[in-house]
């Protein structure tokens, strides 16, 4: 091995009963390089992650760091041989300090007791090689996502990385910060640190990527240079066949006049303000901005899972007072929320209950239930969304993350809501699944249907809108028309908010 | 649910296994046990806490818990206890006692879910107070002789030979059994202790289904307070300490989830006729009491560790 590589998998074979997560992997990661790591939900990215960093141990084949072929026992093992990770979901301890955190499990000792000078000297240290403007003795609570992100880095830094692998570390971000999070990226390669940067956002690999390299099915697929690459082409090896991994609008656009649904002034403190728009028959209107820009807490207030304080909802003419998830149903809007796993769906329900759980009232019997009907009625809505398995008994919480969104999305087509609101209805989704889903949106507002979509993927929210609301931290900004979509549109009233440059834009 | 399904059949009949080597066992220490009449025993023992338990999976099965049951039993065998005494009709006064029982546990439910306060908290405060209750009703004594016509009709025996308590906790087991898998108030009882927000997500009136789940609740322990009024032929406003711990290692044992969303009435029906059957045991082989808490205590750990073992098969 040259000097060059400093991670080398060989023939990496790991085997889940039934299932080959990983079949032969054989790949090298230079030092010093952004290595991206591609590939659908279950290609086996987290499998080979959990390998390198000690979370699985029965694997066949070799992993060899620097020439030594290594074996961690536990994740703690790894990090001290400086492997560390950025979990996907920040697993910091919110009622700690920022200081607490970083040096977690190893803190500096004076005799018996912790040495709080030192610990908060050594963290701050850090904190200023990462260009942070918060301190050590931060409470980590008070942080937002970007900066609890910024500690973990923080963290591998502690334990002296010289890899350290990002699992989808933009999911949460602002552009602001994942534009941080990429001049932190390059200082750390540049003092020698190798970074493995799994994303299911290929604009970012471009950016940020030297080498990437592709899984599919669990098998090496191939390493790219990035310099000498497309997205098509990237995109064309994840999956295997020819996608444009953009969403686009298939058929003819053809919404009515009729408004199905009117928000005036709507307002909940802190969060927003004076909310006004109108969503027509067959639209879709996607809603855009940053995070933080409060799209998720209109929706959830036009839906009742919050309750405004003061502006009108008015649903087919009628000014409804909406208050509770259940009014929302009454009145025929339906959320499919953001995060499927802790809003969507209930992990101890198959699918046929988690796909009843919001049409079981309008079930034939009052009292009993049945369940013939409740599984009849379940086969319908899992072909509509193309299941897999196509099975109503197989618990919801065993499916991937792609199927598990079509099951909370087939939850709102069973019932008869006809405004249906999705906040992020692709996040953690992998391709296939994705283009599936835009698929059923279309089919929805052919329907006569129409439909509110939340998105931070912008060319998403390009692709798929008919229009497209743009939000500022709590503000609606601008409300673009199809002719109009351009991402630099989209990003000037999402950062600025104002009209005045609109023409130098 | 086929694969779920499957699961529980093993976990149920692991219960059963277990009910089975506990009788061999004791079996063998003394021939005895394995009589008619110790049997009948058994399972009338079983009765009182049956109920209580029945009844407080519901509230566990919503992620919740109930500690206020014994207390509620208390008022209802006061209450129920005056009302007889005073030449009521047992008839009317037993549906009094368990519409008491209901209202009691739907107030605790509407503490959980209007004023928001955690369950285990709220019913620690209304342990407290529907305690207070019952002794303020019978300014601390007993409520005594019981008519006999009250004592026959729920504590008596079918042929001379069957107590009728047996077929009251028979009875409520298969009635809640259907509530929970056969009406949509189970299936939003599952899924409120599997994913309340998720839950709440899809339209459901989460607030009502649980001030429900917590009204069964008091309804068990309504039962259960009937079936100890007619056996003792007193009520004392002391009766019913320490219950809620026997029914929630019942639960337990029938392998409930303290977490939620997972248990079942037939689990929780095993639980409490095996921790009957082992003190039974103990007794009749002449273990000494001291030691009684100890094996108990014994059997609620094993029971749940077995539990997570299995489940963690069952996910390989």
Known sequence: MSDQEIIQFNNVTKVFPGVKALDKVSFKINKGEVHALLGENGAGKSTLLNILHGVYQGYEGKVLIKNDVIKFGNPHEAIQFGISKVHQEVSLIPELTVGQNITLNYEPKKKLLIDYDKMHEEANKILDKLHCNFRSKDLVKNLSIGEMQMISIAKALFHDAKVISLDEPTASLTSSETETLFRIIRELKANGITIIYVSHRLEEIFKIADKATVLRDGKFIRTFDVEDTTKDELIKSMVGRDVSSFAKRNKPRRFSEEVVLEINNLTLEPHFKDISFKLRKGEILGFAGLVGAKRTDVVRTIFGADHKDEGEIIVHGNNVDIKSPLDGLENGIGLIPENRKTQGFVKNLNNANNIGLACLENFKDLIFLDHEEKIENSKVFIDKINLKPKDPLYLTRELSGGNQQKVVLAKWLSTNVDIFIFDEPTKGVDVGAKQEIYKLLEDLVAQGKSIIMVSSELPEVIGMSDRIVVMKEGRLTKILDYKEFSEEKIMHYAMEGTDVEDKEV | ?316
């Open chain 2, 1 to 316: 649910m086929l694969k779920i399904k499957k699961f529980k059949i093993f976990r149920e009949f692991g219960i059963l296994v277990a009910l089975f080597a506990m009788v061999i066992i004791f079996t063998a220490l003394n021939p005895i046990y394995i009589s008619f009449n110790n049997i009948i025993d058994i399972i009338q023992q079983s009765a009182i806490n049956g109920l209580i338990a029945i009844g407080i999976t519901f509230a566990i099965l919503t992620a919740g818990i109930d500690l206020s049951v014994g207390s509620t039993l208390a008022i209802v065998i006061v209450v129920v206890g005056k009302f007889l005494t005073s030449g009521l009709n047992p008839i009317i006064a037993i549906f009094i006692g368990i519409l008491i029982g209901f209202l009691l546990g739907v107030f605790n439910g509407l503490l959980i879910t209007k004023l928001k306060i955690q369950p285990f908290v709220a019913t620690l405060g209304t342990m407290s107070v529907y305690r207070g209750i019952a002794y303020v009703i019978t300014g601390g004594w007993p409520v005594l002789n019981m008519p006999r016509d009250f004592r026959n009709l729920v504590s008596g025996r079918v042929f001379n030979i069957i107590p009728i308590p047996i077929f009251i906790l028979i009875g409520f087991a298969i009635i809640t059994h259907i509530l929970l898998n056969h009406t949509r108030f189970g299936t939003y009882v599952y899924s409120i202790g599997g994913n309340e927000e998720a839950t709440r997500l899809s339209g459901v009136n989460v607030e009502k289904n649980k001030v429900l789940a917590y009204g069964l609740v008091g309804v068990g322990a309504a039962l259960a307070a009937l079936v100890l009024l007619a056996r003792l032929g007193t009520g004392e406003p002391t009766a019913g300490q320490g219950y809620e711990l026997d029914a929630i290692a019942a639960a337990a044992i029938g392998g409930t989830s303290l977490a939620g969303g997972k248990g079942s009435v037939l689990g929780t029906f095993l639980g409490a006729i095996l921790l009957s059957a082992l003190k039974v045991g103990l007794i009749v082989t002449g273990v000494d009491t001291f030691w009684q808490f100890i094996a108990t205590g014994s059997i609620i750990i094993i029971a749940v560790y077995l539990e997570h073992v299995q489940s963690q098969l069952y996910k390989k």
